[in-house]
């Protein structure tokens, strides 16, 4: 069954451009793992410094590989000056409706 989420952080004021380029790489990353269906990040219309990312992974196993991830676990502990509370919240979401 995918595992389907969505992760949530703000940007402190002046590591805009640095999250923007540290996401971009992410992002190339991250869909590059075997078990990724889908990783999106957004930026609020309303407030460009406030992060959403959807992810969908194939199956527990991919999300727990991709928490594993050399990427991932660098991506994390390099936001944890540069964002609001020091990470990311995560959702984990079940689906409703085929």
């Known amino acids: 069954m995918p595992k389907a ?7 402190l004021p002046g590591h805009e451009e640095t999250l923007q ?3 971009a790489d992410l992002t190339r990353d991250v869909r590059a ?14 407030n460009p410094r406030a992060y959403h990312v959807d992810e969908i992974y194939a199956d527990d196993a991919a999300f727990a590989a991709h ?19 020091g990470g990311s919240t ?3 979401l ?5």
């Open 5 to 11: 989420l969505y992760a949530t952080f703000e940007v």
């Open 21 to 23: 380029r540290m996401m």
């Open 33 to 46: 793992e075997p078990g990724c269906l889908r990783f999106v990040a957004y930026t609020r219309a309303d």
């Open 67 to 85: 928490m594993a991830s050399a990427h991932g676990r660098a991506f994390n502990a390099a936001i944890v000056d540069k964002v609001v509370d």
């Open 90 to 92: 995560v959702h984990f």
């Open 94 to 98: 079940d689906e409703t409706a085929d």
